[in-house]
């Protein structure tokens, strides 16, 4: 596994209460038929969710910006021989825009708050209705703000205990959370990404990784769909856990598409 696609899993990997939740309204909104059913899975990553969507039978394409993730990703749906298939494009979701057309666009973990602020988000919502086809559905999850008591500042180091870690080829890799820096408009979350040989020794490595959360509430994302031409469908709630916050997943249609 490349060193993108460890640290990738380590910090994402432990979310497994929304997987069911992707997977049963996936499923809802493009039942199974008699032809092949295509989903894009935006900020695909490792495939945490592009892969369990490929077992279901679906035909999976995973756009990310990471290559080195997109590598994985592919080797993992080579290895478990998905029903579905994986197909990887390594292209900013932004920009990215082809006439293929997909029964299903999934932007799973937040990813469409790392899109960047309102005009960013707005541009990619204006794809993704192009890039759907007639009677497609759109799913997005957002940050779920009201259940999540995100502290603002530095990590206190006494409350972190063990960090997130993982050994691979003899390499320990940690990684640490550092602070929450909450702005009107965003959130940076910083880690410290650690490598050790030794869990007694000195790190080999020490770096910080900072990624950044444009906010936006519900009623806003429910008004940028509307401009670009989306009816909502369904709300539903992921849970939080100790490693992650909760999420809010909306379901979304073309306005003017056959219900
Ligand atoms: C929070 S992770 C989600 C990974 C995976 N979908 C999951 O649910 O575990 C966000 C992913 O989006 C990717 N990403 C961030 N900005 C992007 C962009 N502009 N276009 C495409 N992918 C992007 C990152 O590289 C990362 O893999």
């Known amino acids: 596994m490349n060193t993108a696609a460890i640290w990738h899993d380590l910090d994402y990997a432990p979310v497994s209460t ?9 499923q809802k909104y493009a039942p199974a038929s008699d032809r092949e059913r295509t989903v894009l899975d935006v900020g695909a990553g490792t495939g945490r969710i592009s892969i369990p969507l490929a077992h279901a039978g679906f035909r999976v394409t995973g756009i990310d910006v990471d290559g080195e993730l997109l590598i994985e990703l592919a080797r993992r749906a080579m290895r478990e021989r998905t029903q579905g298939g994986v197909g990887v494009i390594r292209a ?13 666009i999934v932007v799973p973990m937040n990813t469409i708050q790392m899109l ?55 390499v320990y890799y940690e990684s640490y959370p550092i602070a929450v820096r909450k702005h009107p408009d965003r959130f940076e979350l910083v880690r410290e990404r650690v490598t050790c040989r030794s869990l007694d020794g000195d790190a080999d490595s020490a770096q910080l990784h900072a990624v950044t959360l444009w906010r936006v509430s519900p009623i806003r994302l429910l008004r940028e769909t509307a401009e670009t031409g ?7 709630k992921a849970g939080a856990t100790d490693e992650h916050a909760g999420s809010l997943i909306f379901a979304f249609a073309r306005r003017g598409d056959p219900c």
């Open 230 to 236: 989306f009816r909502l469908l369904e709300s539903r």
């Open 18 to 26: 929304d997987e069911a939740l992707w997977l049963e309204l996936c």
């Open 92 to 104: 900013d979701a932004r920009e990215w825009r082809v006439r293929t057309v997909f029964d299903l």
């Open 116 to 170: 960047g602020p309102g005009e960013q988000r707005a541009r990619f919502l204006g794809h993704a209705h192009a890039m759907l086809a007639t009677g497609g559905k759109l799913i997005v999850s957002i940050m779920d703000e009201d259940s999540t008591d995100l502290y603002d500042g530095e990590t206190d180091p006494d409350a972190v205990g063990e960090p997130d870690r993982v050994k691979v080829d003899g």
